[in-house]
């Protein structure tokens, strides 16, 4: 090509790109003018790689999140008793009963949402997350008698307490954090905490100074059109902070990986500075890997155009929220039409370490599993269960973003979808009209590591900002190799 | 890139990016497919760690599509240095020009005829 139409080229893109995203508007995969009424599953019309299949294994669940398996390998799985858009039931878990369908084990109080379970050595643990009374985690019995092994976690905000997880003798579960950058703002009124919980705010793990940097915006909280709020990071709406004040750690603190003795006890900090820590899985080789949503564009410190990661915890070590993306300083970070962000910590605890893949941004990477063995195939691969954005509320995409089990290569970052929507579009099947995935949250082996399970928490349509779950559309599925 | 008429062509294409003319073409999902050559496997890892969040699978996310039109390599390579509009750019700090035309060389290959075949309605 010569030069003379190498440079129209380049002056046609800058042209077309010049101006042109900010006057696009956002097509998220919840953004649905006329949503259809009612959910149909079929398996066609997922797209998986050759020689596996999938199938429905239950349907008409309410805003299932996780599964698990007993003894027997027969499933269990819980409905979160809480949807954003703030939907309150009861929490349940139920058995996925081989020939009875679904059977109640317990049901919970209106202190969702369940977000995770695992069954360990005749007991279900499960992640309560907290919104009204703060997470917990909860042992229940296979007869439904209940114990609380962890109380009081800071989940009354924007994220909740999620996993579990079992290993050597202790459980580990992941906080998240209450905000989406570590100020409380105007969007957490929109979420709905900050009138019932006005002095909630992120605790660090441990103490850190702060630079000073305030947010000021429209006191939401009081009659006064007028009245302002001026708010620091990792304090109550509308209280400020200096440049070099100290803010006491504590624990349990939000945005970390934390755990306890199975025994019970007081929960420890294995690694912090994480957003929201939704899905933690043990490799094959015994290293643990935690699904991590980072940030929206919202509120008062909105970041725009990070992915969510996946991470390989060390532990002791600090991941980078609320100053960071993927080892990035935030005020590095493009922000369109608007100012780069301000780093609100003066020292950090150290240099974030590398994340080992990247989702899209927005895709909301929730549930996580490794394949072991060669049942499956793929063994030492994770699977990502990605729910699907919430736009416009996270922030703008100019196509549905998620909604899809990714499969990761985690020695080398490379992601590629392993279940899929079929179609020339990519989006929910509410938005394909087709019987496919809405929004896949958690996938988990069974025992035998030959198939993999997929919960898909059912239909969310976005009225503008406001997520607006569907009850009853939830479903269980599970990709198995054909014979 | 044989006559002036396919270049005019593409001109129009890249025109139209955002108001969507082109057909999105999904990859053909989990295969293990090991790639051709080790600039390509590069290529492939180094988008996945640079650019997938934004353009996942090179479809559109947060930004657009980048495998629905027939963009010369020259012009990704050009995208990814300046960063028009609000893509971050990327400096010879963090790709490295081998790195850059690896990752263009991986975008052509996922819009290679064979895989824009499995394409179904």
């Not at chain 1, 990661?309 to 369109?336: C, M, T």
């Not at chain 2, 263009?104 to 394409?119: I, K, Q």
Request: aromatic residues 10%.
């Amino acid at each position: 090509m010569n030069r003379t139409l190498r440079i129209l080229w380049v002056g046609l893109l800058a042209c077309t790109l010049a101006g042109c995203y900010r006057i696009l508007p956002s097509k998220g995969g919840g953004q649905l003018a006329d949503p259809p009424e009612r959910r149909f599953t079929e398996p066609a019309h997922v797209r998986l790689p050759e020689g596996y299949r999938i199938e429905v294994v239950a349907e008409g669940l309410t805003y299932p999140t996780a599964i698990t398996f007993d003894e027997a390998g027969t499933p269990y799985v819980v409905e979160a008793g809480y949807a954003y858009g703030e939907v309150f039931l009861e929490p349940r878990l139920l058995r996925i009963d081989p020939t009875a369908g679904l059977m109640p084990v317990y049901t919970g109080s209106r202190n969702g949402p369940w977000n995770g379970v695992t069954f360990h050595q005749g007991y279900f643990y499960v992640a309560e997350g907290g919104q009204l009374e703060g997470g917990r985690i909860l042992r229940i019995s296979q007869d439904g008698a209940v114990e609380v092994l962890v109380d009081n976690l800071p989940s009354r905000g924007d994220h909740h307490t999620n996993g579990p997880l079992i290993q050597n003798g202790y459980l580990y579960f992941g906080q998240g954090t209450a905000t989406n950058a570590g100020v409380v703002g105007n969007d957490n009124a929109d979420y709905g905490w900050l009138q019932r919980f006005p002095d909630f705010h992120d605790v660090p793990c441990a103490d850190i100074t702060v630079t000073g940097h305030n947010y000021t915006t429209d006191n939401v909280l009081t009659a006064d059109p007028n009245d302002r709020a001026v708010t620091g990071p990792y304090s109550p709406y509308n209280q400020s902070v200096e440049a070099g004040q100290l803010i006491p750690g504590a624990v349990p603190c939000n945005g970390a990986i934390l755990r306890v003795p199975l025994t019970g006890g007081k929960p420890e900090v294995v690694a912090w500075g994480v957003r929201n820590p939704y899905g933690l899985a043990f490799s094959p080789d015994g290293e643990l890997y935690v699904t991590d949503n980072l940030y929206d564009v919202r509120g008062s410190r909105p970041i725009w155009g990070t992915g969510d990661l996946l991470w390989k915890i060390e532990a002791g070590q600090w991941y980078g929220w609320p100053d960071f993306y993927k080892g990035i300083p935030v005020e590095r970070l493009e922000f369109p039409g608007g100012q780069a962000r301000q780093p609100v910590l003066q020292n950090h605890p150290n240099k974030p370490p590398p994340a080992v893949a990247s989702f899209g941004v927005h895709a909301s990477a929730c549930g996580l599993d490794f394949a072991r063995g060669a049942a499956f195939g793929f063994p030492g691969q994770a699977f990502v269960a990605q729910f699907g954005d919430l736009a416009p509320a996270v922030g703008k995409v100019l196509a549905p973003v998620g909604y899809q089990i990714a499969r990761v290569n985690v020695q080398t970052g490379v992601v590629e979808p392993f279940a899929i929507n079929q179609g020339k579009k990519h989006g929910p099947a509410s938005y394909l009209r087709s019987g496919g995935f809405e929004r896949p949250i958690d996938v988990q082996f069974d025992p035998s590591g030959n198939a993999l399970y997929v919960v898909d928490f059912g239909t969310v349509t976005m009225n503008g900002s406001k997520p607006v779950p569907q009850p009853g559309t939830g479903v269980v599925w599970r990709i198995s190799r054909e014979e | 890139m044989k006559n002036l008429k396919s270049k005019v062509g593409l001109l129009v294409f890249c025109l139209f990016w955002g108001l969507g003319c082109g057909t999105p073409r999904l990859q053909v999902p989990g295969n293990a497919f090991e790639m051709p050559t080790a600039d390509l496997e590069s290529g492939r890892i180094l988008f996945n760690e640079k650019c997938a969040s934004c353009h996942p699978a090179g479809r559109a996310g947060v930004g657009p599509s980048i495998v629905n039109k027939p963009l010369p390599k020259f012009l990704i390579r050009f995208q990814v240095r300046h960063g028009l509009g609000v893509m971050p750019a990327f400096p010879e700090q963090i790709l490295s020009d081998t790195e850059v035309r690896q990752i263009a060389d991986y975008l052509a290959w996922l819009r290679r005829p064979s895989l824009a075949t499995v394409d179904q309605e």
